[in-house]
């Protein structure tokens, strides 16, 4: 499984991204992918999950509802609406699969994760 996070880069406090995973090599029907991200000297969060299945969404209760997790399966890409940017949202996002119908309760429950892609908000 190979996914390709991208979208990422450095943007104003206010403004919005929309950051992409494509997912390719996967060998089975039904998967789940999931969002997260990690700043400088903090343990790795989840942001969002979703389920190709049935597009089923989860977001973790901490997490603000500027963002929205959507996929294309046409396309195989799952994307993250980042909308009222803040300096505190800086960090690298990942993007991450495991085969199945539901999110995983944490992030080290994924098996295949993406490079992550670059996220700063400063003025």
């Known amino acids: 499984v190979q996914l390709q996070a991208s979208g990422g880069g450095l943007v104003q406090p206010g403004a919005s991204l929309r950051l992409s995973c494509a997912a390719s090599g996967f060998t089975q029907d039904y998967y789940v992918i999931g969002w997260f991200r990690q700043a400088p000297g903090k343990e790795r969060e989840t942001v969002a999950c979703?389920?190709?299945?049935?597009?089923?969404?989860h977001y973790p209760m901490y997490m603000a509802d500027r963002f929205a997790i959507s996929i294309d399966n046409a396309k195989n890409t799952v994307y993250l609406q980042i909308n009222s940017l803040k300096p505190e949202n800086t960090a690298v996002y990942y993007c991450?699969?495991?085969?199945?119908?539901?999110?995983?309760?944490?992030?080290?429950?994924?098996?295949?994760w993406g490079q992550g892609t670059q996220v700063t908000v400063s003025s």
């Open positions: 991450a699969m495991k085969y199945g119908s539901t999110c995983p309760t944490r992030w080290n429950y994924y098996d295949y």
């Open positions: 979703i389920s190709n299945a049935d597009s089923t969404t």
